[in-house]
T-cell receptor, first 114, second 114 residues
Framework: AQSVTQLDSHVSVSEGTPVLLRCNYS??????LFWYVQHPNKGLQLLLK??????LVKGINGFEAEFKKSETSFHLTKPSAHMSDAAEYFC????????????FGAGTQVVVTP | DTAVSQTPKYLVTQMGNDKSIKCEQN?????MYWYKQDSKKFLKIMFS???????INETVPNRFSPKSPDKAHLNLHINSLELGDSAVYFC?????????????FGAGSRLTVL
């Protein structure tokens, strides 16, 4: 069975400083991994995805994530936080043939201070 | 030209009532889903339909009945509403075989049961 653990429930950063959101996964198969973002009272938007190609994945809005199989991690980073990055971020794992059954992490709330 | 649209966006009702949430996607996808987000923002899959056929049913009470009249629509009917049904319900869609189970989510329908 697959699972995903987001190591921080809240992250607070200053505008212009780097953001790091940590995610560890477990899966019996080669997983597909995603990061989704949810802005307040909004739906979920895909930031980026990993599907067994390049281990460093670039997404929208300057975010990127690195798949490290040896560490079973898929941490999300951004070099410089913007006020608009304040949102809830979800790390998600999916088996490659699971009909879209996604396993969501508990989420990390990002607060950006001026 | 919203990709996945849900109605209503907000729904407030009394315990014991029956209510429906509708979802439509114009992406030409063949698979649609209902996910539930609880008060702690945890997201879990409820149902999935592929070409109008139910393929995932995640031990949801049978008071919840999804219906897919065609592959562009997936509705959720809930009978005898309970306080614990209060949540945000997200509809999503994807195209099977397009790789990586990338889901496109709607904006959510916030159900409050009083």
């Amino acid at each position: 069975a697959q699972s995903v653990t987001q190591l921080d429930s809240h992250v607070s950063v200053s505008e212009g400083t780097p953001v790091l959101l940590r995610c560890n996964y477990s899966s019996s198969y080669s997983p597909s991994l995603f990061w989704y973002v949810q802005h307040p009272n909004k739906g979920l938007q895909l930031l980026l995805k990993y599907t067994s190609a390049a281990t460093l994945v670039k997404g929208i809005n300057g975010f990127e994530a690195e798949f490290k199989k040896s560490e079973t991690s898929f941490h999300l980073t951004k070099p410089s936080a913007h006020m608009s990055d304040a949102a809830e971020y979800f790390c998600v794992v999916s088996l490659t043939d699971s009909w879209g059954k996604l396993q969501f992490g508990a989420g990390t709330q990002v607060v950006v201070t001026p | 030209d919203t990709a996945v649209s849900q109605t209503p966006k907000y729904l407030v009702t009394q315990m014991g009532n029956d209510k429906s949430i509708k979802c439509e996607q114009n992406l030409g996808h063949d698979t649609m889903y209902w996910y539930k987000q609880d008060s702690k923002k945890f997201l879990k899959i409820m149902f999935s339909y592929n070409n109008k056929e139910l393929i995932i049913n995640e031990t949801v009470p049978n008071r919840f009945s999804p219906k897919s009249p065609d592959k562009a629509h997936l509705n959720l009917h809930i009978n005898s509403l309970e306080l614990g049904d209060s949540a945000v319900y997200f509809c999503a869609s994807s195209q099977r075989g397009s790789g990586a189970n990338v889901l496109t989510f709607g904006a959510g329908s916030r159900l409050t049961v009083l």
